[in-house]
């Protein structure tokens, strides 16, 4: 499984755009790129997924570069309500769809200010 | 529609003794995946059930054992209960032939260990 590497925490006024980035410079062609969000006392939640190039669904927008050894998260205009830990994956196709074993690292913790 | 729930919410037990955590997939789901985390850290995997069989596992020892039942619901069990086993467990369901990694998680059980 290709290692990720995240910041530890950032820190962001209300309304501002929020740029996460992971590095996952062993990535295989394989491997697919997945954000999970996990706020306080909850378990994580799955926020977007990716390959290549560019994905946005309504929560957020996932960046990824040709060489795909890095990818960004970005959370457009976020709330107070967005403060959480977001966590980047790194995991191929092979295994059955549903049944891929998810390797979470420790995440970057994001605080939303006032 | 019901999303992942777990019983019970707290638990505190004793060193050595044993404990059985509870899980309800989503509704139409087949998989169920079980994760443990400490606190300031990722979810850490300890194992996977599809067909009432565990398909994967984690680095756990085998204190940590599991059954999923025909309706697709799951147990955790850990016997001999060291102080290290205090953590959010979490259960997580998903469609084997769902999206890729896309798992759903409940709100977990925390378990302190005294």
């Known amino acids: 499984l290709a290692k990720t590497t995240q910041p530890i925490s950032m820190d962001s006024y209300e309304g501002q755009e929020v740029n996460i980035t992971c590095s996952h410079n062993?990535?295989?062609?394989?491997?697919?790129i997945t954000w999970y969000q996990q706020f306080p006392s909850q378990g994580p939640r799955f926020i977007i997924q990716?390959?290549?190039t560019k994905v946005t669904n309504e929560v957020a927008s996932l960046f990824i570069p040709a060489d795909r050894k890095s990818s960004t998260l970005s959370l457009p205009r976020v709330s107070l309500s967005d403060t959480a830990v977001y966590y980047c994956?790194?995991?191929?196709?092979?295994?059955?769809?549903?049944?891929?074993?998810?390797?979470f690292g420790k995440g970057t913790k994001l605080s939303v200010i006032p | 529609d019901a999303g992942v729930t777990q019983s019970p919410t707290h638990l505190i037990k004793t060193r050595g003794q044993q404990v059985t955590l509870r899980c309800s997939p989503k509704?139409?789901?087949?998989?169920v995946s079980w994760y443990q985390q400490a606190l300031g850290q990722g979810p850490q995997f300890i194992f996977q059930?599809?067909?009432?069989?565990?398909?994967q596992r984690g680095n756990f020892p085998d204190r940590f054992s599991g059954h999923q039942f025909p309706n697709y619901s799951s147990e955790l069990n850990v016997n001999a209960l060291l102080l290290g086993d205090s953590a959010l467990y979490l259960c997580?369901?998903?469609?084997?032939?769902?999206?890729?990694?896309?798992?759903?998680f409940g709100p977990g059980t925390r378990l302190t260990v005294t």
């Open positions: 997580a369901s998903s469609l084997e032939a769902g999206t890729l990694y896309e798992q759903y």
């Open positions: 062993n990535i295989a062609t394989n491997d697919y």
């Open positions: 990716g390959y290549k």
């Open positions: 994956l790194v995991g191929d196709s092979n295994s059955g769809a549903g049944s891929y074993q998810l390797t």
């Open positions: 509704s139409g789901h087949d998989t």
């Open positions: 059930y599809y067909e009432e069989e565990e398909r």
